[in-house]
Nanobody
Framework: QVQLVESGGGSVQAGGSLRLSCAASGSNFNTYLMGWARQAPGKQRELVAG???????NYADSVKGRFTISRDNAKNTVYLQMNSLKPEDTAVYYC?????????WGQGTQVTVSS
């Protein structure tokens, strides 16, 4: 069982930055692939970024060069640094862990970017 708690969302103007955090409970955090996804009103949930246990990363084309995913295994935490935010980044952001048994999701944190 993995529990995930996101924090760090909020409201910013276009061009601003936010840093999201996701604290994970449970053992073996450092072996997990971790990721962030988002869902805007009326749209499907989309993957934003992922990070492997060894630190390899990948990003959606829409956020490449602006968002950075990272992890601190000592703190069981994964981060999403979001720079140069755009109004189209407005969404609920979710942390997730895909495992062989199940995919675990956090409760989500709202990010609102105003123009």
């Amino acid at each position: 069982q993995v529990q995930l708690v996101e924090s760090g969302g909020g409201s910013v103007q276009a061009g601003g930055s936010l840093r999201l955090s996701c604290a994970a409970s449970g053992s073996n955090f450092n072996t997990y692939l971790m990721g962030w996804a988002r869902q805007a009103p009326g749209k499907q949930r989309e993957l934003v970024a992922g990070i492997t246990s060894s630190g390899g990363t990948n990003y959606a084309d829409s956020v490449k060069g602006r968002f950075t995913i990272s992890r601190d295994n000592a703190k069981n935490t994964v981060y999403l640094q979001m720079n140069s935010l755009k109004p189209e980044d407005t969404a609920v952001y979710y942390c997730f862990v895909p495992t062989s048994k199940a995919a675990y999701w956090g409760q989500g944190t709202q990010v609102t970017v105003s123009s």
